[in-house]
């Protein structure tokens, strides 16, 4: 009994011991406004020992009896270390960190604080990166920036490079106007966004004007976007999980096409103009050829008209379904005050709306930042693999694009043969297409891609240091294309044929096997000596001098094979091997090219007192695109900034939170984008034949004077808050000339070319764009948020040498006019009297004579003028809901859908049309817009519609849950619940599925589908 009570008497007195030794520490993390920061780092100064704050801004931690001092740190916001003392509950206030990202300007080369920058920048966050559902970060962008143009070139899964990304309107008439991407201090390009995580990025910022596009000399003219990425924090390691699912649906186009008894109607209309083997010609009682036929004849052929009109096949849902995706990231981040990283891997799985169209991804990410004494080193590296399934022939007017036969097939034709087999044949539209999608054909793509970084920087003294950066971007691409022995699809696209002509391996049945690959790899490395110093507290001075070498190297190589042997599809040992006897030789194609650019350059900053701020670049370029005599050219740029309220008279303007005027000009151009490529500017030659012999023959006359397209900015800008920052926003005014613009010069045909293209012509943008967010009420638990942006661009040619005018493609480019003026004859309507299509000649008046020489550019431009996106927010406690809206407005595209959807010519050729097409011109006096089918459609201005646009881009519906729910958990410290839709609804009066296209003509691209999102986001 004695030892029992001694034991129990022991624990006591250790149990106590140990209370005394140990004590828990609560608080609340809040900003400068009173409101609640989550995940916060608290931890003790000089350990491992942290949690991280709820989203209330709230925390626990257990301390020992030595505890002095906590750290308390948080991405954008400066560190505390606070003293404990013996208090218990501790209320911490953190103040935003200017050095941090949301409140720097990261240009690539530089971080400026935004009070302190005088140009044109406009930064995402992460909030509105993250989450949105799309493989591909740059058309997250749109809406969300001044000035920059987003238009999707495709809905297709995995597809890379073809949306149109413009900022500040189109300056270049025959080259790229696409903006230099940059993530992490490293170039990448565009096509290999389907390989980047956007759940990875803290933020994406634009920069618009000189200041930054003249760091980047002869690669900055068009904007630049500088990517980023996730960093570590310090504390006790934190794992996030983010995970998305959800449908993707094809949206409703704005016209109808006909069904089986309006379409065999429309084929007898036109039968009575033309004689035609078309059922609803063939079988109408109203044909001559069956004039008198006896009752047993005209019975069978009522009979087989009734057959056709109660078959309606649905070719949409033939080929269209209910697409799928989801998406899963899960990362860790921690580390101690001098060593953090970030570690994150990521799936991303997605089926198409269209049959054999998908996208898989894995990507991984690893960012280590290290501080020791003088020396401070950023890494940052990812890779990914991606592939992709592609439908045949997109954005095309073309048969086996299965969204142009979802409309072009015959309603009455079925899908199946009896016996269950695809009932292909001529005239089968719907069926062939469906065989070359599903059977017939594959379109592969597999990517592997590698970024990485190293920036080192070492302070030699408080004032002087010296840094260097290495930067590699790495890309494969694999492209497979087969077509199937045996299929319709084969017997279609015109193989070598042969000798015999009657075994599988020498007949246009034969299929092929065509894989490509194609490599591309480039290098940075930048050296950095800088100055830094303030002088007595006025002067803050920053300079940096920059030497940077850039190379890069792309090769490819692909053949296509024939003759394949069924059971060895999809590899090459299914290729019969070509011979001079059976015919089949394998085509072969292959390219190799590398580019090197050298750059000098001087960076500086100076400020005074914080008032005004001057910011300048100096750059001198080199590169191997140019002839060795213009190889080195100069770029620079200059800017200021005055902010009002460091002025004494500005002291007592409680009410103004923010008011800064900037004004800045320089000069760059865009190495990327250049007409002439990496070697254009030199003759070149090509395979040719000379009296049915091959030779050699000139492809490219070269231009040894051609230099860079070269781009002045001039911009002058105002931020501004108001109450609190309730009111903020930004007013940007800019006027952007680009000068030495390559057009085609004549030349007289005996040199061989009909032109050759020089610096000539000139582009003149100018426009205004604003951005305002208003808080409209703002409670301490409830608050509703409106905020948006506009920007309208004034865009004309305004010289091009020695002509006017000239064609290219559908447009007109012409002095005093907009760039992408469409350039057609101009539609007169339909001739009541003879059902004539009716136009007007050069000199205004009415002919029923269609000639390309009338054609006019009154038919405005494929570049909208008017763009932007706005939102709305309603926030209480957990609670948020958000919608966003993007537009763009005043502007038209060529719908060359609907060329072919209302032409009667095409009935004649075994093809469905609208139903608009029964209005069909039939007699005198008919007033209608479809003229006879005796009198042929012609491309006009009927063709050029308004494609503007009000899309319901996205509506998100959150919940965060509580602290106090989740402490339950003893595992949880934060979790987001949401619901999102993308592309609800869309207001426009363009007739066709989405009026967003990459150009100017509209070819049955694939669609921008409607996206419905569950997710979940959740930290341990």
């Not at 490219?700 to 911009?715: F, M, Q, S």
Request: hydrophobic share 35%; glycine share 10%; aromatic share 12%.
């Amino acid at each position: 009994m004695r030892k029992i009570a001694f034991i129990l008497c022991s624990l006591v007195l250790l149990f106590g011991q140990l209370s005394a030794q140990t004590r828990v520490i609560t608080g609340k993390v809040l900003d400068e406004k009173g409101n609640p920061i989550p995940l916060v780092s608290v931890f003790v100064k000089g350990t491992r020992n942290g949690v991280t704050t709820a989203t209330d801004g709230s925390f626990q931690l257990q301390v020992g009896p030595n505890t002095r001092r906590l750290v308390i740190s948080s991405v954008g916001y400066t560190t505390e270390e606070v003293s404990v003392g013996s208090s218990a509950n501790l209320t911490i206030i953190l103040k935003i960190n200017l050095g941090e990202i949301g409140e720097v300007v990261v240009t690539g080369y530089s971080r400026i604080k935004k009070s302190e920058y005088s140009g044109a920048a406009t930064i995402v966050d992460k909030a509105v990166i993250n989450d949105v559902p799309i493989a591909t970060f740059d058309q997250i962008l749109q809406g969300r920036v001044p000035g920059m143009l987003v238009t999707t070139g495709s809905g297709q899964p995995g597809e890379s490079g073809s949306t149109r990304v413009q900022i500040r309107g189109q300056g270049s008439i025959s080259g790229g106007n696409d903006p230099l991407y940059i993530v992490d201090g490293m170039p990448v390009e565009a096509e290999n966004f389907a390989g980047l995580n956007a759940a990875d990025f803290e933020s994406i910022q634009v920069l618009k004007d000189a200041v930054a596009t003249a760091q980047y000399g002869n690669r900055g003219s068009s904007g630049v976007v500088v990517v980023t990425t996730k960093r570590g924090r310090a504390g006790r390691s934190i794992v996030t999980y983010s995970g998305q699912a959800g449908i993707t649906q094809p949206g409703k186009e704005k016209f109808d096409m006909a069904n089986s008894a309006q379409i065999l109607k429309i084929q007898e209309n036109i039968g009575k103009f033309q004689n035609t083997n078309l059922p609803g010609w063939l079988y109408s009682p109203l044909n001559p050829a069956n004039f008198g036929a006896p009752a047993a004849v005209l019975q069978e052929n009522a009979h087989i008209l009734d057959s056709l009109r109660s078959i309606n096949t649905d070719w949409k849902k033939a080929f269209e379904r209910e697409g799928t995706f989801q998406r899963h990231d899960l990362s860790i981040t921690g580390g101690s005050e001098n060593t953090k990283f970030y570690l994150t891997g990521g799936y991303y799985k997605e089926q198409g709306i269209a049959l054999k169209s998908d996208l898989t991804r894995y990507s991984f990410r690893a960012n280590v930042d290290h501080k020791a004494d003088r020396l401070t080193l950023n890494l940052s590296s990812g890779a990914s693999y991606s592939t992709a399934n592609f439908i045949q022939s997109e954005n095309s007017i073309t048969l086996a694009n299965s969204f142009a036969a979802v409309y072009l097939a015959l309603p009455y034709q079925k899908l199946f043969n009896p016996d269950g087999s695809i009932a292909t044949g001529q005239f089968q539209t719907g069926a062939n297409a469906y065989e070359a999608q599903v059977e017939g054909s594959t379109q592969y793509n597999g990517k592997i891609k590698a970024d990485f970084s190293l920036n080192a920087t070492y302070d030699i003294t408080k004032n002087i240091y010296i840094g260097g950066f290495l930067g590699m971007d790495y890309r494969q691409t694999t492209n497979v294309s087969t077509i199937t022995p045996g299929t319709f699809f084969a017997n279609t696209q015109g193989f070598p044929v042969g000798p015999s002509g009657n075994t599988p391996a020498d007949t246009l049945g034969g299929g092929s096997y065509a894989p490509s690959i194609s490599n591309y790899f480039e290098y940075v490395v930048r050296a950095v000596a800088g100055y830094r110093k303030v002088i007595n507290e006025k002067h803050d001075l920053d300079l940096q001098v920059v030497s940077e070498y850039t190379k890069d190297h792309q090769s490819g190589f692909g053949y296509t094979g024939y003759g394949i042997d069924p059971n060895l599809l999809n590899t090459p040992a299914g290729v019969t091997q070509g011979t001079p006897d059976n015919l089949l030789i394998a085509g072969t194609s292959g390219s190799k090219q590398e580019r090197a650019l050298y750059a000098a350059m001087l960076l500086g900053k100076y400020s005074y007192m914080g008032k005004y701020t001057l910011n300048a670049t100096f750059r001198r370029d080199g590169t191997s695109q140019l002839a060795s005599d213009r190889r080195f050219q100069n770029f620079y740029s200059g800017g200021v900034t005055w902010n009002v309220l460091k002025e004494d008279f500005a002291q007592n303007w409680n009410k103004i939170d923010n008011l800064r005027f900037r004004v800045s000009y320089g000069e760059a151009a865009d190495a990327d984008g250049f007409f002439f490529g990496y070697f254009g500017y030199l003759p070149q030659y090509a395979a040719g034949t000379y009296a049915g012999h091959p030779t050699t023959v000139p492809s490219n006359a070269g231009n040894l004077d051609v230099t860079w397209e070269r781009i002045k900015t001039l911009n002058a800008g105002i931020d501004f808050g108001f109450f609190k920052e309730r009111i903020s926003g930004s007013l940007d005014v800019y006027h952007k000339v680009t000068a030495g613009n390559i057009i085609p010069q004549q030349l007289s045909y005996t040199s061989g070319f009909g032109s050759i293209p020089v610096n000539a012509g000139t582009v003149l943008n100018k426009g205004v764009e604003l951005s305002l967010n208003v808080d409209v009420v703002r409670l301490r638990d409830f608050r509703w948020s409106v905020g948006g942006n506009v920007s309208y661009n004034n865009n004309k040619v305004t010289s091009l040498g020695q002509v006017q005018q000239f064609e290219q493609g559908t447009e007109l480019v012409k002095v005093g006019l907009p760039l992408g003026s469409h350039f057609i004859p101009k539609w007169a309507g339909v001739d009541a009297a003879t059902g004539q299509g009716l136009y007007y000649d050069s000199s205004g008046k009415v002919t029923p004579v269609y000639n390309t020489s009338n054609s006019v550019a009154q038919f405005g431009t494929f570049n909208a003028p008017w763009i932007g996106g706005f939102n709305t927010g309603l926030y209480y406690k957990g609670f948020s809901l958000e919608a966003f809206f993007t537009y763009q407005q005043g502007f038209s595209i060529f719908n060359n859908q609907d060329f072919f959807q209302t032409n009667p010519a095409f009935v004649l050729q075994g093809y469905n049309v609208r139903t608009n097409v029964l209005s069909m011109w039939q007699k005198p006096g008919d007033v209608t817009d479809i003229q006879s089918p005796l009198s042929q459609r012609q491309f006009s201005s009927k063709d050029v519609q308004d494609a503007s646009y009000l899309r319901f881009r996205n509506l998100t519906v959150a919940y965060n849950f509580p602290r106090a729910l989740l402490s339950k958990t003893k595992v949880i410290s934060t979790a987001r619940l949401y619901v999102m839709a993308e592309n609800l609804y869309t207001w426009t009066n363009w007739v066709g599925f989405d009026p967003e296209y990459a150009n100017n003509i509209a070819q049955y691209a694939y669609p921008v589908p409607r996206t419905f999102t569950v997710g979940l986001t959740t930290s341990f």
